[in-house]
C-alpha cells in the first residue's frame, strides 16, 4: 500500500508544478523518475514518451500509466494515473471558476501569452535532450531528420511515423 500511495504522492506532484501538460512535463518526468527516484532508467523513459506518443491520450498521462504498471501493476498504474491527473481535474475548477468574470482583462491575456512562451521553451528543452541520449550515429540523426520533416511539412500522424519507424527498427536490427 505504501508503494501505491508514493506513485499517487509523486505524480500528483509532478501533475501539481508542470505548467502546459505533454511535454512540458517531460523533463520534470526525467529529474524525478530517474534521476530522483530511480524508478526508471533513461531508457524506459524515452521507450514510455514514444509509446506514450503512438497511444491515445496525453503523453504524460500514458508515461505515469506505464511506470505505475512497472512499479506494481495494474493498480500502480492506476494510482499513478491518478495522481497525474488529479492536480489537473482541481486546478481548471478553480480557474474556470476565477476567470469568468475577468477572462476578457489585459493583464489574464498577457498573463496566458507569458506561459505559453515558457511552455514552448520547455518543450524546446526536451526536445534538445532527448535528441542529446538518442541520436547516437548517422541512422539516428536521418531518422529523426525524417520524421520532423514528414510531420512538419506533410501533415502525416505522428502515430503513423512512430510504428512506421518502429517497424523500420526491428528490420534495420535484425538485418
Excluded at 506561459?115 to 535532450?129: E, F, G, H, S
Excluded at 525524417?146 to 512538419?152: C, L, N, R
Aim: proline share 2%.
Amino acid at each position: 500500500m505504501k508503494i501505491l500511495l508514493e506513485l499517487y504522492i509523486t505524480f500528483f506532484k509532478i501533475g501539481l508544478f508542470s505548467f502546459g501538460g505533454g511535454y512540458a512535463m517531460l523533463p520534470l518526468l526525467e529529474r524525478e523518475l530517474v534521476d530522483g527516484r530511480k524508478w526508471v532508467s533513461k531508457e524506459e523513459i524515452y521507450d514510455y514518451y514514444a509509446i506514450g506518443q503512438a497511444t491515445p491520450g496525453i503523453i504524460s498521462v500514458n508515461t505515469s500509466t506505464f511506470c505505475g504498471y512497472k512499479m506494481k501493476g495494474v493498480l500502480g498504474a492506476f494510482f499513478a494515473s491518478l495522481g497525474m491527473i488529479s492536480p489537473s481535474i482541481i486546478i481548471i475548477i478553480i480557474i474556470a471558476n476565477f476567470l469568468k468574470g475577468y477572462q476578457n482583462l489585459e493583464i489574464v491575456k498577457h498573463a496566458f501569452t507569458g506561459i505559453r512562451i515558457a511552455v514552448c521553451a520547455l518543450v524546446l528543452n526536451t526536445v534538445i535532450k532527448m535528441a542529446k541520449n538518442t541520436i547516437k550515429d548517422k541512422t539516428s540523426l536521418i531518422i529523426m531528420l525524417f520524421t520532423f520533416v514528414t510531420i512538419a511539412f506533410f501533415s502525416i500522424s505522428p502515430a503513423i511515423i512512430v510504428i512506421a519507424i518502429g517497424i523500420f527498427g526491428i528490420i534495420l536490427k535484425r538485418g
